[in-house]
């Protein structure tokens, strides 16, 4: 009852509204608004804090300003309970990546990242956030506390500001964007920050790598191959070259290393955390 008032104090039609459970993870749920007056849908997104629909509000507000395609969020709740976008009737690109589409919108993907940089660099307020690198806890077998150790001597070479600030999406995945006929539509930011431009290119490309891999586990393949999404990827991005490849490949290293220490901690024997040791091992971090 709470909740249609809220929504009918700002929307209109307080007793109008149908309700749908989109997801749920731990404390953080999806639904489906539907004002039966009008027709019109919204998602409605519940965050574990006040802090993170305030964030996510303003990533999303300055990328739309920006002119990126993004969601479109309305307002969050003055008790930081709920974020309400506009609601987005599309598939996800993780889903389009199965099809023949793949090339073009992995080239996009590239792009996309690349206009947010290019748009928002330099353009830190002075209460935006700093992302700061940090290596993951150490946690695990010897090997991955002693490739831990390793990464943490390898990022004082990147930490030094030899690139200028870029707002960060924080998330950037296969999972984290909508696809219709003509554009992706990108969302779920994590944070209001800036950081390295190289934090959203590492977790895209592990994020496809990982997904590619688990597609194929339970038979549903995509076309083509690894080495070529991440190709794609990066020629629609166009700015890693010979200069700033050690710079990503550093960034690549860390993101494995960090998915790999977040998804042993619910599932230590999974298949995701195999193919994240393997690559690891491929990539001379373990």
Known sequence: MALRISLGARLGDPDNWVFQTVSRKNNRSVLQVTQKSSGRRFALKFNDSRRKCRDQFRALEAMGKAGLSCVR??????????????????????????????????????????????????????????????????????????????????????????????????????????????????????????????????????SAALHRHVAEEVGQRWPGDAKTDRLLFLRGYGAVNSETSKECDFFEDYTYLSVLLRIRRRAPNSLRCRFLEQELRARGVL
């Open 73 to 206: 969020p309305l307002f969050f709740d003055s008790k930081g309970k709920y974020l309400l976008m506009d609601w987005v009737d599309a598939p996800l690109l993780v889903k389009e990546l199965e099809t023949e589409r793949r090339e073009s919108l992995l080239y996009n993907s590239g792009r996309w990242l690349a206009d947010l940089q290019r748009t928002t660099v330099g353009s830190a307020g002075l209460f935006s956030r700093t992302h700061r690198l940090q290596v993951p806890k150490i946690d695990g077998s010897e090997a991955i506390k002693e490739a831990a150790t390793r990464l943490k001597r390898r990022s004082f070479e990147v930490k030094s500001p030899r690139r200028r600030l870029v707002r960060l999406h924080g998330d950037y995945h296969v999972r984290n964007a909508f696809c219709t006929s003509d554009r992706l539509i990108v969302f779920d930011p994590q944070v209001d920050s800036f950081g390295h431009p190289f934090v959203d290119v590492a977790r895209f490309l592990v």
